[in-house]
């Protein structure tokens, strides 16, 4: 399951991140998304949960908890579209069939 974790402190890491969510069992993946002219972290990132059960629990025991002093907004990854109005996967560039 992919999970979006939005409004994260810039100083917080993938390996606190990951920490926070492997309360909730096990991690595949934690990604924080940063400027690519930058390299600084833009406030947001994602995890992957095998498992969705796992995945749902880490978001109910997450959403609005304080970080580093910021309210984290925790829920499941939408694909996004790109350019050409597909949907793609949220870390990727694989295309997402509807239905």
Same mark, same amino acid.
């Given at each position: /399951?992919?999970?979006? *974790? ?5 100083? *917080?890491? @993938? ?6 969510? /492997?309360?909730?069992?096990? *991690?595949?993946? *934690? ?11 833009? &406030?947001?990132?994602?995890?992957? /949960? ?5 995945? @749902?629990?880490?978001?109910?025991? !997450?959403?609005?908890?304080? !970080? ?16 050409? &109005? ?14």
């Amino acid at each position: /399951m992919d999970i979006y *974790v939005g409004n994260l402190s810039p100083e *917080v890491t @993938q390996e606190e991140l990951q920490k926070e969510f /492997m309360a909730f069992r096990r *991690v595949t993946s *934690v990604k924080i998304i940063k400027d690519r002219d930058s390299g600084r972290p833009r &406030g947001f990132g994602f995890v992957n /949960m095998p498992s969705k059960s796992e995945g @749902q629990a880490a978001i109910t025991g !997450l959403n609005e908890k304080t !970080l580093k002093g910021k309210t984290l907004t925790v829920n499941e990854a939408r694909p996004r579209p790109d350019s050409r &109005g597909k949907h793609l996967h949220p870390r990727s560039s694989k295309e997402v069939k509807d239905g």
